[in-house]
């Protein structure tokens, strides 16, 4: 799964649930508003299982990974704001973030 917009043109409004992903490397979402997944697996060869670049407005609920024992994820970009992870069915998350990540802006409750 990749969705990248422009800085000055995001993509938005993107809804995607139920659904399982298999790939060699995880999804990507970047410049991205408005963007919601729920009950989403994905399943990965390489880590980490999701990347956030610059985005806004992001609801994930209900992210899982294969077997691992975590689910990673990484927020970056200076202009991120307002995410929010909430109710990992079976594996803990781990965010990582960049420097430019303003880490108050990304709230995860799992």
């Known amino acids: 799964m990749f969705f990248n917009g422009l800085h000055e043109m995001n993509v938005s409004n993107i809804n995607i649930s139920n659904v399982q992903i298999k790939s060699n490397r995880g999804a990507f979402i970047a410049e991205a508003d408005g963007v919601k997944l729920n009950n989403v697996q994905i399943n990965v060869t390489t880590e980490p299982n999701l990347i ?3 985005t806004k407005n992001i609801e994930i609920e209900g992210l899982n990974s ?4 975590t689910t990673q994820v990484i927020v970056s970009g200076k202009n991120t704001k307002n995410i929010n992870i909430v109710k990992n069915n079976t594996n803990p998350i781990d965010i990582s973030f960049d420097d430019l990540t303003d880490k108050g802006q990304v709230k995860s409750s799992n």
């Open 66 to 69: 294969n077997g691992n024992n």
């Open 52 to 54: 956030l670049k610059n």
